[in-house]
């Protein structure tokens, strides 16, 4: 099966600048998980989608990070304005079995993000 | 709160040595545990999951694990280790309460020497 696909896969931007990543996941995986991975640090869950409906936000900075997924499909992480602590790897995730804890994440490649 | 502690930035082992990568967690009841490999440039890639049932779990590239309730313990191991299992490896967690957030160590950068 195709895996989860992510664009662009390198970005540098200007601190005060916009960018968007985009992420499909696997055909009929219905929950969507985007993650932040800063340099020398694990992944960190922004932003976790059931269908087309947030789930987890809690850690989502919510004054300039910004999420959607329409259709329940693909999915679109927005940064305005960046900061230069958003510097990092952008990672999006599916996974098939719904709210069950015990399913499996498959990541895509990410998004490197470099805000200057 | 969850956790996971991954007690060592770095592994060094020699080619056809045996390697362990360290992993200990803290959770509210019952774990689901996961270890996953990133390598440069790619995303994580999933290797095993203890969800329940026998301690020793067996994945893929011939990773195995040993879950240990007593010292919190969630061990990644292999026998003989290869050049290309060079890759920077996670620990992560996940409770069985219904929390959803899969929570991440910080990594292992594992190499191999030939």
């Known amino acids: 099966e195709a895996g989860v696909a992510q664009s662009p896969r390198y970005k540098i931007i200007e601190k005060r600048q916009s960018v968007a990543f985009w992420c499909n996941p696997i055909?009929?995986?219905?929950?969507l998980y985007w993650y932040q991975q800063i340099l020398g640090q694990g992944p960190k869950l922004l932003i976790q989608?059931?269908?087309?409906?947030?789930?987890?936000d809690s850690q989502l900075p919510k004054d300039r990070f910004s999420a959607e997924r329409l259709k329940g499909v693909d999915s679109t992480l927005k940064i305005q304005p960046a900061k230069l602590e958003d510097s990092a790897v952008y990672l999006c995730?599916?996974?098939?079995?719904?709210?069950?804890?015990?399913?499996?994440?498959?990541f895509g490649a990410g998004s490197r993000l470099t805000v200057l | 709160a969850q956790s996971v502690a991954q007690p060592e930035d770095q592994v060094n082992v020699a080619e056809g040595n045996p390697l362990t990568v360290k992993c200990t967690y803290s959770?509210?009841?019952?774990?689901?545990l996961f270890w996953y490999v990133q390598y440069p440039n790619r995303g994580l890639q999933f290797l095993l999951k203890?969800?329940?049932?026998?301690?020793l779990v067996k994945g893929s590239y011939g990773f195995e694990a040993e879950f240990n309730k007593s010292q919190t313990s969630f061990h990644l191991k292999k026998p003989s280790a290869l050049v290309s299992d060079s890759a920077l490896y996670f620990c992560?967690?996940?409770?069985?309460?219904?929390?959803?957030?899969?929570?991440f160590g910080t990594g292992t950068r594992l190499t191999v020497i030939p």
């Open positions: 959770v509210s009841g019952n774990p689901y």
């Open positions: 989608f059931q269908n087309n409906g947030v789930v987890d």
């Open positions: 055909s009929g995986h219905a929950t």
């Open positions: 203890y969800i329940t049932g026998d301690n």
């Open positions: 992560a967690v996940r409770d069985q309460t219904g929390a959803n957030n899969l929570f």
């Open positions: 995730a599916s996974s098939s079995r719904g709210r069950t804890g015990a399913n499996v994440l498959t």
